[in-house]
T-cell receptor, first 113, second 110 residues
Framework: EAQVTQNPRYLITVTGKKLTVTCSQN?????MSWYRQDPGLGLRQIYY???????DKGDVPEGYKVSRKEKRNFPLILESPSPNQTSLYFC????????????FGQGTRLTVV | DQQVKQNSPSLSVQEGRISILNCDYT??????FLWYKKYPAEGPTFLIS?????DKNEDGRFTVFLNKSAKHLSLHIVPSQPGDSAVYFC?????????FGKGTKLSVKP
């Protein structure tokens, strides 16, 4: 089954404690990205990757890092989480950057206290 | 400034009737438009798309209309079903980045 898998689904953490949200896709997609969804704001892109070892900032990259060492995995790293990063996070993948019909993971609800 | 505007946060429709969800965008250079549907506790799922060379695309009960001169697109669902109740996002596809509107919550009442 084609899917994008995020882990964990739910996470409560404290300010400043580094965390990683994992994302994996099994469709051999080149393009992967991270979004956050906040009430009244829709989804906003954090970072994207057009292929292995190629990453770039999206619209709201501050406070986040990513890496793309393998095609299937695209982890999101919060080095020092802060309460304003409390949000619902989605990972997405698509065949390429020119094929914009993306598959989304189920989301990770992060709370930073 | 918002590049994609969905001015109706919510819409309630009777089962069997037509649902019309509207969306306006600001940049006339955008050339690929999508609608995504999202149920609670799930990620968005692709519904239907249209490129700027067309003004209509139909897929079963779902039809998207594009009016380039007005920078407006709409999604029609006919007939609406209770299972269509979800949040619908108007999305611009731009070099792989998906620019989302804020969404319209559709409620289809039996």
């Amino acid at each position: 089954e084609a899917q994008v898998t995020q882990n964990p689904r739910y996470l409560i953490t404290v300010t400043g404690k580094k965390l990683t949200v994992t994302c994996s896709q099994n469709m051999n997609h080149e393009y992967m990205s991270w979004y956050r969804q906040d009430p009244g704001l829709g989804l906003r892109q954090i970072y994207y990757s057009m292929n292995v070892e190629v990453t770039d900032k999206g619209d709201v990259p501050e406070g986040y890092k990513v890496s793309r060492k393998e095609k299937r995995n695209f982890p999101l790293i919060l080095e020092s989480p802060s309460p304003n990063q409390t949000s619902l996070y989605f990972c997405a993948s698509s065949l390429s950057s020119y094929y914009t019909e993306a598959f989304f993971g189920q989301g990770t609800r992060l709370t930073v206290v | 400034d918002q590049q994609v505007k969905q001015n109706s946060p919510s819409l309630s429709v009777q089962e069997g009737r037509i649902s019309i969800l509207n969306c306006d965008y600001t940049n006339s250079m955008f050339d690929y438009f999508l609608w995504y549907k999202k149920y609670p506790a799930e990620g968005p799922t692709f519904l239907i798309s249209i490129s700027s060379i067309k003004d209509k695309n139909e897929d079963g009960r779902f039809t998207v209309f594009l009016n380039k001169s007005a920078k407006h697109l709409s999604l029609h669902i006919v007939p609406s079903q209770p299972g269509d109740s979800a949040v619908y996002f108007c999305v611009i596809g731009s070099q792989g980045n998906l620019i989302f509107g804020k969404g319209t919550k559709l409620s289809v009442k039996p």
